[in-house]
């Protein structure tokens, strides 16, 4: 019996030891402190929202500026230039093989407006009065095109 109460009075000793060390089996550790979210994480967030939609608006922005990046003329048809004419509707000068078409797209349908007798030629003109380069009007060469 000595022999037992000796063995438990030193297990008590050395887990009251222990027993700011020690914690039991898969216990989770408890934060002293904890921080409710207030107004800085929402603020944080919010901002953070507005800048991927910023990139999200301004990666469309460039994709819809550059559509025809890339692209080469490298076949039969060719765009040589274009006018918007209205939010959806455009009109195309194209050049298919040497004669030139001028086109009116709308969205669903592409129509022909004229089909030019002579080619314009589009390419920048040096005036020798002045010393910049100055470049045909696109509106000009379409009415002087259709006779107005």
């Known amino acids: 019996m000595k022999r037992f109460v ?3 009075a030193t297990l008590l000793a050395t887990a ?24 800085a994480s929402l603020g944080q967030v919010t901002l953070a929202l507005a800048l991927v939609l910023a990139v999200i608006f301004a990666t469309a922005w460039a994709v819809r500026r ?8 490298t076949g039969a048809l060719d765009v040589i ?8 509707e455009r009109a195309v ?15 669903g349908r592409v129509s022909t407006l004229h089909v030019l007798a002579q080619p314009i030629d589009l390419t920048p003109r040096v005036n020798p009065n002045s010393n910049s ?9 379409l009415m002087k095109s259709l006779g107005k």
């Open 93 to 107: 000068l194209i050049r298919v093989g040497t004669t030139q078409v001028l086109l009116g797209v709308a969205p």
């Open 66 to 73: 550059m559509r025809g990046f890339g692209r080469t003329a």
């Open 6 to 8: 000796f063995i438990c």
């Open 133 to 141: 380069e100055q470049r045909p009007n696109f509106k000009a060469l």
């Open 16 to 39: 009251g030891a222990y027993a700011d060390v020690a914690r039991p089996f898969a216990s989770p550790t408890v934060m002293s402190t904890a921080t409710p979210p207030g107004v």
């Open 81 to 88: 230039a274009d006018l918007p004419l209205g939010q959806k």
